[in-house]
Structures are given as C-alpha cells and as structure tokens.
C-alpha cells in the first residue's frame, strides 16, 4: 500500500468512529445489539430507496429494456473478471493457495481466451470464482464487524466494511484508468449493470417483506458472516468472526 493509499484508509479509519460516536450520541439504540444506529440507519434507508425509486431503478429497468442479454452477460462477465483480480489478492492476504491459484487462473483465461473477461470461459472450465474483499480479509485475522451501518447511495454496510471501502475502491481497476470519461462511464456502467440484475428480488422484496429494513439488514449480516467464514459460520455468530484455525 502507498504513503498516499494508508493515509486514506487511517483517515476513513477516524472519520468512520467519529461518524459512530457521534449517531450513537444523537439516536437510541435499537433492539437488535448489532444496530445501535437503527434510528439514523431507517433515516438513511428511507433516503436511498426514494433515490432507488427516482433513479437508480428506472434507468436499471431502462438498461433491461434496450440492451440484449448477450450483450448484458458480457457486461457482467467484464466487470466479473475486473473483481477476480482483486479477489486474488484478497485470496492471497488470506493465505488460501487454493484459492488464490484458482482466482488467479480465472483472471488468466477469461483476459485471454475469454477476450478481456467478456466471456466468462473460466467457469465453463470448472474454475471456481472466490470473490474476497479488504473487509473480508480483516474479518479472517480477526476484525469484528462492528455495527450494522446504512451508507448514502451505497448501502448496507458494517464499521468494518466502511472503513475498508477505501482499500477496496484503490483495488478496483477502474479506479487506476487515468481518462476520466472512460472511468467515469465505467463505474456508470457497473452501477447499472449491479442495479439490474436485483431488480426482481427487489420487487419480491417489495412485496413480501413485512419490514423491508430489518429483512436486509438480517440478509446483509448473515450473507458477511457466511462470506468471512468461506460458508460455514461458527454456530454462536456473536462471539467472533475469527476463523476457526485449521
């Protein structure tokens, strides 16, 4: 990591239990120990999903609409490749080889004979994806997640995930393409592609959630407990999210 890329993350580090010192202050605790901040989190909920329902989803539904499935696959299988390459070193940081070599390969073949990954040909070669982020990789040394955050624009999070989110944005290769308008029409692209591909379990969602707030924060922090624990959490998930050793 640069000079440049730890002072980001120490600086998210602060502003991050800064922002949770002072929610803490100003909200009551929720009911669930692991939402302290259930008050400002609904707040914020409430602020993306009218967002979601102003933007984000009809230009989802729009991308749908007008652009083929093959060309959609590809688009997904692009931006797929551009997370193995991150997910190996992710891997790697984890001291899995297995996995590390199995990432690495899939990055291998689908740039090459999979045309820059818009042909997922790794799977087809039984080449297991293993997505790994910086979040992840401090929960298997140890990091504890801390408490269930609601980000503006992005989303379900944790304390830990938040203060990773720097890491994991310089570890995206977008973020290292110098011609801001490619870039910028990139991350456009991948936050389309993203949006359109929940669009029905969004509206199952919608449909039959009783309370839509507390089923995705249940989801989001079982599904980051799963993904620390390669699938396989311990049985009483409040007492760690260390990795059992092997």
């Known amino acids: ?46 602020f993306n999903d009218n967002l979601d329902e102003a933007v984000l989803k009809p230009v989802a539904q729009t991308y749908v609409q007008v652009t083929p499935s093959p060309v959609r696959t590809g688009v997904k299988n692009f931006f797929g490749n551009l997370g193995d390459v991150w997910s190996t070193l992710n891997n790697a940081m984890q001291l899995k080889p297995k996995e590390t070599v199995e990432s690495l390969a899939r990055v291998l073949v689908n740039t090459v004979v999979g045309i820059y990954g818009l042909f997922d040909v790794a799977t087809e070669l039984n080449l297991t ?97 799963s993904d620390v624990w390669d699938g396989n959490p311990p049985e009483a998930p409040e007492e760690t999210e260390e990795p059992k050793p092997e």
């Open 1 to 46: 990591m640069t000079q440049r890329g730890l002072f980001r993350f120490s600086s998210l580090w602060l502003v991050v239990l800064l922002l949770a010192g002072l929610v803490g202050c100003a909200a009551p605790s929720g009911s669930d120990p692991r939402d302290p901040f259930e008050s400002y989190n609904r707040s914020v909920t409430r």
């Open 129 to 225: 994806r293993h997505a790994e982020d910086f979040g992840q990789t401090l929960g298997y040394w140890g990091v504890p997640s801390g408490p269930y955050l609601v980000l503006p624009v992005l989303g379900p999070s944790t304390l830990r995930d938040t203060a990773s989110l720097s890491i994991d944005t310089q570890g995206n290769l977008v973020r290292q393409i110098d011609h801001v308008p490619t870039r910028n029409t990139l991350w456009l692209t991948g936050a389309v592609d993203k949006r359109s591909r929940f669009l029905d379990a969004s509206d199952q969602v919608d449909a039959l959630a009783l309370d839509k707030y507390i089923f995705l924060r249940d989801v989001f922090l079982q599904k980051r407990l």
